[in-house]
């Protein structure tokens, strides 16, 4: 918003979004209606706004899962966003480094037009490096190349990330005498450990809960939280690089309204040396002193049953790679995993998504899976 007001002054510019009271949303809904404001910038909801000199509509990281709502009134905002503009006979411009295999395959069908960029928009394109975790021991987290590259950005007074894409402490309480692992009672999830909050939580239903004072299953009192979160690896990089300043950005941190832009000027004021982070950190945000990423728990991805996991993948970690070297430092993106021979990591080091695109639709039209086949989700749900 900032950016395009900039460009194109504020009088002529609203944003909309769900972060916003309902008043300011409808006074800026209004001046949208009116004609009054000639760009509208906003998440999924603005694609609903009425503008009677509509001329055209952009998608930015058009692939991003988020342009789907799925609870409610359901609809996929970039496919409406289609919709809408030829409806009204405008171009619509689906801006995205890493496109959806559908889009790809509109593409090659001749349907949409590629308007490839070729050099990046401000600063060098980092080097990607893979890091093979399989030598190290079970207590081991960071591989010693990261170790050293992160030691060697603070003591040149630059800026790092570590990435991963789990909030919590820990993926799941266990207990260490019977092995039960804490369920959400609403779902088929586990529960997340929170240990900041001493709560357990449920990412998908949203469920919540205290933790038991013993194992539930066998009256064991050795509970026991398992896995790794942006919690415990703040904590984990706290002991290993005392001196740095070090800020967590999740979910978690950023939920009082303005925290992520004062975390934000934060880090632009060279307050900050290691930034621990979800895939809020992933998309559009420029540190001109950010040189390192470290992508710890890389491999989640890779096992997952969702057919478009490793699409996810993908998009997620070119997008994060895409954090350093943004300005004339150069960059350097290491990413630690225990597969490192997988094809997705080659794709990732050449910085090649044509190649992974190609790969990734070959083997969904000889399984029989989207953008190939149309399929349909039928979801029951029944209270307690």
Known sequence: YSRVTDRFGADRVVSLHSGLAEGERLERWLRAARGEAAIVVGTRLAIFTPMPRLALVVVDEEHDTSYKQQEGHRYHARDLALVRAKSRGVPVVLGSATPSLETVRHADDGRYRRLPLRVRAGGSVPRVRILDTRPLGPNEWLHPAAAEALSDSLARGEQSLVFLNRRGYAPTLLCNHCGWVAP???????????????????????HEASPP???????SQDLRPLGQGTERLEEQLAVRFPTARIARVDRDTTRRKDAFDAL????HAREIDLLVGTQMLAKGHDFP??????VVGADQGLFSPDYRAEERLFALLLQVAGRAGRADLPGEVLIQTGAPDHPLFAALVAQDFDRFARDQLVQRRAAGFPPFVHQALLRAEAGE
């Open 264 to 267: 934000r000027d934060r880090v």
């Open 184 to 206: 959400c009672h609403r779902c088929s999830a586990r529960l997340t450990w929170h240990q900041g909050a001493r709560k357990l939580r449920c990412h998908h239903c949203g």
């Open 213 to 219: 004072r013993v194992c539930p299953s066998c009256g």
């Open 289 to 294: 002193r950010l040189t390192r990423v470290v």
